[in-house]
């Protein structure tokens, strides 16, 4: 693609739609009569356009069910975890100072601990292992992208994988 | 692909206020309006419908568990097709590599022809383009298929690859002389 072809671009790519008005046709035409190299493109793109997916029958309905299922357990009450899982006996007095011991030495790790990033004490790979996370902490190519927050799903092998690129 | 009634900005905000709310039909029309583009996503990274589909469901089950925390600071579509994106690239790291599609076209539609002869030639070139697509590396086929098949900007496909918009669309020409390449 010569210099000047990065003008027709988009027009190549309306074109291809068949979209292009009737004022920018005669001038792409103008263009196309003498540059093959675009020529070919357009011909590339209208092969393509011509060749979309094939959505899977049912996909849309099945979506819809399991974000129907998400909101749903998503609105549900939260289970009292403190009880289900230690009973009513002396462990449970024990219960809500080991947590917080627990969550003090995570942040520790995370903000101030080994591998932290200096600056404004969050650490941006937290925001990595988030699909979700807002614009702004999106991670840069080549940084990890865990794909799920929720540490208990991923297999050992990624959590060493995670664990290596916080620290380094 | 894109749903007319949603791709305006204000119809836009209305249905995502009621998602937010938890309206149902609100969140069905959100997957009727996204999620071709979602699959297409999932697709073009994972290389296999089923890996896809499963993606598309994934991705939004993550994202309407977000919906609160979205900011609108890009467009929702933008912000599903992130989501997709990352969602894929960890199913790919979590499965085997991406399955080769390069000799087995993959689920293309065919355009009814009138002609026999004009279909089956029709229906070559839509194979060949779809078998050049899947040969070009992940962010060209990326930066083509949602130009191409979605219709979003350079800038819009940038937030989907997390690049810079000088990147998608450096990306996006290199894909086509590529094709036109494979194509020749």
């Known amino acids: ?168 | 692909m894109r749903d007319p009634a949603l791709a305006g900005g204000a119809v836009e905000a209305d249905e995502l206020a009621l998602a937010q709310e938890g309206d149902e039909s609100a969140l069905d029309r959100l997957v009727s309006a996204h999620y071709q583009a979602v699959y297409e996503v999932g697709y073009r990274i994972l290389g296999d419908p089923e890996a896809a589909a499963d993606a598309t469901q994934e991705t939004f089950v993550k994202a309407v568990r977000a919906l609160g925390t979205f900011r609108r600071e890009a467009s929702l579509r933008t912000w599903l097709l992130r989501i997709a994106a990352n969602t894929a690239r960890s199913a790919g790291r979590k499965t085997t590599s991406r399955r080769e599609v390069a000799l087995d076209a993959g689920p293309v539609q065919h355009m009814g022809g009138k002609d026999p002869a004009q279909e089956a030639l029709m229906r070559t070139e839509a194979d060949r383009a779809a078998q050049a697509l899947e040969q070009l590396p992940e962010k060209q086929r990326l930066a083509v298929s949602l130009r191409i098949y979605q219709d979003l900007s350079h800038r819009e496909i940038a937030e989907v690859l997390g690049s810079s918009e000088g990147a998608a669309r450096v990306n996006y020409h290199l894909g086509i002389k590529r094709l036109r390449e494979l194509l020749a």
Do not use: K
């Open chain 1, 1 to 168: 693609m010569n210099r000047g072809c990065e003008f027709y671009a988009d027009a190549l790519v309306d074109r291809a739609a068949e979209r292009l008005e009737t004022g920018r046709s005669a001038w792409l035409d103008a263009h196309l009569s003498e540059c093959a190299e675009c020529a070919a493109s357009l011909r590339a793109l209208e092969a393509v356009r011509a060749s979309p997916l094939d959505v899977p029958a049912g996909l849309e309905a099945r979506v819809q069910a399991a974000v129907r299922g998400a909101r749903a357990s998503a609105t549900a009450p939260a289970p009292d975890l403190a009880v289900r899982t230690l009973g009513r006996g002396p462990w449970r007095a024990w219960a809500l100072p080991l947590a917080a011991a627990a969550a003090l030495v995570g942040i520790w790790l995370g903000v101030g601990g080994p591998g932290a990033v200096p600056g404004n004490g969050l650490d941006s790979n937290m925001f990595a292992m988030d699909d979700t996370a807002p614009y702004g902490t999106w991670p840069a190519d080549g940084l990890i992208v865990a794909g799920d927050p929720m540490l208990s799903e991923l297999s050992l092998e990624e959590l060493e994988y995670l664990l290596q690129e916080l620290e380094s």
